[in-house]
């Protein structure tokens, strides 16, 4: 019950961070709104592990990759992210970033050696098609200055940062470093850099007043950022990182029936054989080969002797 729980949760977090991120865009340059967001992140996670008595002294050569987590995963891959959706509806950039999955797969195989599965062809060749798709009205008049096309191109380069992110994450969680601590760690970092970077770009810290703004900034920090992380690590402990991962497929699910209730996304042909590819393809991905022989052989008729 306790997985079904945190699994329910981590999903309809993910998923619905994509249309709360659309209420951070306008006035708030996303650079200051990611360094609001991941100070607040980062205040609570230190919170917990000074409560908790974490130990929280770590090797230099830790906190080198603890930065590296901190620009992957907690600060320059939402950057980017955040500015896909000036270009992009916000089921849209969920769905390009659901490729995460077969990126961690090629990213694990040339810095862990871990071989890549037949399967994983299969699955990534779906996921291209799927993207092509999505964005096929762009795509077919190679129109790459288009909003469209540069959405994309955003989408999957902050998809790809995270990706480096996570096999740091592996990398941290094969010397013995806890999660949360990794995290309370690259959070304060990712905060720290953001702010450099904004201090550099000579961006304006200003701030909206105005409800919207305000509530997604709390659900993005303590919802987003905080308990979905806590409720996903915990399912990777519980049940696998493979059963965890189906999060990543089923997210988009979410993000895009938001975005039909509040951003008015239109459905067209190309756009639902996109979705659809998107998703056989994450799920073959996923799915190793052993599964689906014995969900056949669940079909076939048992012979009389």
């Not at 961070?17 to 980062?42: K, N």
């Not at 000074?50 to 901190?70: G, V």
């Not at 599965?117 to 762009?138: E, H, K, N, S």
């Not at 200003?206 to 979905?228: K, M």
Request: proline share 3%; hydrophobic share 55%; net charge neutral.
């Amino acid at each position: 019950m306790r997985s079904t729980v945190l699994y329910v949760l981590t999903v309809l977090i993910w998923g619905s961070t994509w249309l709360a991120i659309e209420y951070q865009l306008g006035v708030v340059a996303p650079e200051v709104s990611l360094v609001y967001r991941f100070s607040i992140a980062a205040l609570l996670m230190w919170v917990y592990c000074l409560i908790k008595k974490l130990p929280m002294q770590f090797s230099l050569e830790n906190h080198l990759f603890f930065m590296t987590l901190a620009c992957c995963n907690f600060g320059f891959n939402y950057l980017i992210l955040y500015w896909a959706q000036d270009y992009l509806t916000s089921a849209m950039t969920s769905i390009a970033f659901s490729t995460l999955l077969i990126m961690n797969i090629i990213n694990t195989r040339i810095f862990f050696g871990k071989p890549i599965a037949p399967r994983i062809f299969i699955g990534a060749t779906l996921g291209l098609a799927g993207i092509i798709g999505l964005f096929w009205q762009d795509v077919k008049t190679l129109d790459f200055a288009s909003e469209a096309i540069i959405g994309l191109g955003l989408s999957l380069a902050g998809t790809f940062v995270a990706s480096l992110g996570n096999m740091t994450s592996v990398r941290n969680s094969k010397n013995d470093i806890g999660i949360m601590q990794g995290n309370a760690w690259g959070m304060l970092y990712g905060s720290l850099f953001l702010l450099t970077f904004t201090l550099i770009s000579g961006s304006e810290f200003s701030f909206d007043t105005r409800l919207p703004y305000i509530v997604s900034l709390l659900y993005l920090s303590i919802f987003g950022t905080v308990i979905a992380f806590a409720c996903y690590f915990v399912l990777l402990k519980d049940i696998g990182p493979e059963k965890a991962s189906y999060s990543v497929v089923l997210f988009p699910v979410v993000a895009v029936t938001l975005s039909m209730m509040f951003e008015g996304f239109v459905w067209q042909s190309s756009t639902v054989i996109g979705f659809v590819l998107v998703l056989t393809g994450n799920i073959v991905v996923l799915t190793p080969v052993h599964r689906f022989r014995r969900l056949f052989a669940a079909d076939k008729p048992i012979e009389q002797s």
